[in-house]
């Protein structure tokens, strides 16, 4: 979808906003982003070739392999999605911390009790960045002073569409320099609103406020984006169940926790439902499978009484309560 022109624009803008945050030329840089079809690891290490940096790609392994693999390397940025982090951090409390100066997630969601705790395994910033496959890399990152992220505006025009009385509403954005798929107020879908005054960081342009929230039925987690057609292949196998079922996403400590839920026609037989339930999971959604055995994320599964969950005329199949 992307012209060569146009993955070096995203590493220019990428680099711009890593030199706002610190990094230089001289550091080490290292990256566990996955690159199956997105966008951020081949934009990282554009930004990171404009920066002149040393640049590590060690795409999502697991943390237990990057920590082992990765130490002799001495880094000084670590760059991921927060949930890996995450665990990576949970190991180096554990055995080390590295002395590094930077991390950097970005692709899903934090809670500031799981920055200050990461923050204080390494002794160094933890800064989000926003972004979308379709815009290319960057929407907008925070500044060392973590008040909101600094929109890319060399690159896109931004507006909030449907704002309530707070200034909630819709991101959408218009691409200025897209050459192969322009974007005309592309909707995002996510819910937040623009940040008024000036930044305390000293830099200019318009700033979002932290993401409340999706307004389609894609969730992002630790595990990937969640949506309800992923589940309907291991919930439609399970027998003894009705067609009501509910995957429920919540914290437990810092991690996301995700607990499956079923109506039983029979809850007697609770435990041989969670047994096929399990197997099935582990069958038909390996990759998730994966990645709560890296211990990304806790999971669990409840056998409830029929007519329990559909208190309404629909039935939400992805309830995320997680508070941000």
């Not at 997105?38 to 990282?44: E, N, R």
Request: charged share 25%; glycine share 8%.
């Amino acid at each position: 979808y992307f012209s060569r022109n146009e993955i070096e624009d995203a590493g220019w803008a990428g680099a711009v906003g890593l030199w706002g945050v610190g990094v230089r030329p001289e550091d080490r840089v290292v990256s566990a982003f996955d690159y199956s079809l997105w966008v951020s690891g081949p934009v990282l290490q554009a930004s990171c070739k404009v920066l002149g940096c040393f640049h590590i790609e060690a795409s999502r392994m697991s943390p237990e392999d990057f920590y082992e693999r990765v130490a002799d390397y001495r880094v000084s940025v670590i760059v991921g999605d927060p949930s890996w982090l995450l665990r990576l951090s949970e190991i180096a409390e554990r055995k080390g911390a590295w002395p590094i100066k930077l991390l950097i997630g970005g692709g899903e969601n934090l809670t500031e009790e799981a920055r200050r705790y990461m923050e204080g395994v390494w002794k160094a910033d933890f800064i989000l960045s926003y972004g979308q496959t379709e815009a290319f890399g960057a929407i907008g990152m925070e500044s060392l002073a973590k008040e909101g992220y600094h929109l890319n505006e060399f690159h896109n025009f931004f507006e909030i569409i449907h704002p309530d009385e707070n200034g909630y509403g819709e991101l959408v954005y218009t691409t200025l320099n897209r050459r192969v798929m322009p974007l005309v107020r592309y909707r995002s879908g996510d819910s937040t609103r623009f940040l008024q005054g000036s930044s305390k960081s000293g830099m200019p342009g318009r700033r979002i406020e932290k993401l409340r929230g999706r307004l389609d039925a894609w969730t992002p987690t630790a595990v990937g984006n969640l949506t309800p057609w992923m589940f309907e292949a291991v919930f439609s196998k399970v027998p003894g169940i009705t067609q009501d079922w509910q995957v429920a996403v919540d914290k437990r400590g810092n991690k996301d926790f995700l607990e499956f839920r079923m109506e039983a026609v029979d809850v007697s037989e609770h435990s041989e439902i969670k047994e096929r339930f399990m197997e099935l999971f582990q069958n038909e959604l390996p990759d998730v499978w994966k990645l709560c055995q890296m211990q990304l994320c806790t999971m669990d599964t409840k056998v409830l009484l029929k007519g329990t969950l559909r208190t309404q005329r629909k039935l939400k199949r992805i309830q995320d309560d997680r508070k941000f």
